[in-house]
T-cell receptor, first 112, second 110 residues
Framework: DVKVTQSSRYLVKRTGEKVFLECVQD?????MFWYRQDPGLGLRLIYF???????EKGDIPEGYSVSREKKERFSLILESASTNQTSMYLC???????????FGDGTRLSIL | QKEVEQNSGPLSVPEGAIASLNCTYS??????FFWYRQYSGKSPELIMF????GDKEDGRFTAQLNKASQYVSLLIRDSQPSDSATYLC??????????FGDGTTLTVKP
């Protein structure tokens, strides 16, 4: 089975902090994704990556950046955390474009 | 218009009935279609995917795709209380990414 591991289930940070969310997959998948999920707004794509050192903006990239130095690891960075970034963050991976995505357990991030 | 729209729900069916979940999409060039189930407080898990027009069956689940009508559905036969969850439709389009619908919450009553 595909395993997508997110580093934290729950995280509390302060406004203005730089926040790192880590995601690791163990199935040699090419593609990795970061989403946030908010009540009433559904699942929204922040950034995605088709290959090492490649990144593409999703629908809501503002305030975020990503890093993919190794194929198995995709990091989401909140440059200067704000309260409106309080959300559930979900990482996913897929073998290739147009193929099913497998999700991690999610990180519930609270910015105070 | 949203790129992917689902029944607003919530949907409630009795145990043993057929639950029908619907999804329409706007990108006519979309190529891949997925259904995910999400239990409260959990992350989405893939239950079905379909690439070609027609029906695809897996156990109690059937996905139906009609590209001409830009419509994809999920039927759950012999619904069980354990099927109670939010079902997310996702569509992979020409932009090279998946777009998710807002989800339909299904409750199966014993």
């Amino acid at each position: 089975d595909v395993k997508v591991t997110q580093s934290s289930r729950y995280l509390v940070k302060r406004t203005g902090e730089k926040v790192f969310l880590e995601c690791v997959q163990d199935m040699d998948h090419e593609n990795m994704f970061w989403y946030r999920q908010d009540p009433g707004l559904g699942l929204r794509l922040i950034y995605f990556s088709y290959d090492v050192k490649m990144k593409e903006k999703g629908d809501i990239p503002e305030g975020y950046s990503v890093s993919r130095e190794k194929k198995e690891r995709f990091s989401l960075i909140l440059e200067s955390a704000s309260t409106n970034q309080t959300s559930m963050y979900l990482c996913a991976s897929s073998p290739g474009q147009g193929q099913p995505q497998h999700f991690g357990d999610g990180t519930r991030l609270s910015i105070l | 218009q949203k790129e992917v729209e689902q029944n607003s729900g919530p949907l409630s069916v009795p145990e043993g009935a057929i639950a029908s979940l619907n999804c329409t999409y706007s990108d006519r060039g979309s190529q891949s279609f997925f259904w995910y189930r999400q239990y409260s407080g959990k992350s989405p898990e893939l239950i079905m995917f379909i690439y070609s027009n027609g029906d695809k069956e897996d156990g109690r689940f059937t996905a139906q795709l009609n590209k001409a009508s830009q419509y994809v559905s999920l039927l759950i036969r012999d619904s069980q209380p354990s099927d109670s969850a939010t079902y997310l439709c996702a569509v992979w389009g020409n932009a090279g990414k998946s777009t998710f619908g807002d989800g339909t919450t299904l409750t199966v009553k014993p």
